[in-house]
């Protein structure tokens, strides 16, 4: 899990690069956009997220360990699920043991790493799950992130979404509604 997680973080590293390069802007989904939804599937558990239609899949720097990498890369979100089987953990092992070692893990690979408490929420059709937000800073750059776990009875789930400091609080809103589509394959 500890490279998995490294991957995420290069990633973040790489992208973030890029967008501290070219600039970015803060955009709000418009309400064509909010009609125009593309649903994306992970190929290993058939989960599936939809996305506003002006996101596209992550062409570079692809995290292999993820099996859904999307972003807008202008408004500076950015979005990518990553699961793992079940079958990998000792039996016992709970969501809650899950979301608390991928928090583990996640802050101690960023510089002044702080962390909220994790909370009980719901995404997609009333799916239990487990969230937290934390921030931090990658090359030089401050990122803050949206971290959502959940599972059925074959994965883990992590969501993983993130953004600029500057831009996150736009980027939330798009971030939840992303989270609200969360499903399970049939």
Known sequence: MKKRIMGLIIVCICISLVLAITGCTTSEPNASQASSMQ?????????????????KATSSNSNSAASIQMENASASQFVMEIEESTADFSSGYTLADYTAQVQKNMVGNVTDGTMESISSCTIGASIPAQQFEFSGTVQNINLRYLVTCTQDNNYFYQIIAWSTVSNYDAAKPVFQSILDTFKFAS
């Open 39 to 55: 649903a994306v599937t992970a190929s290993g558990s058939g989960a599936s997220l939809s996305f506003p239609s002006d996101w």
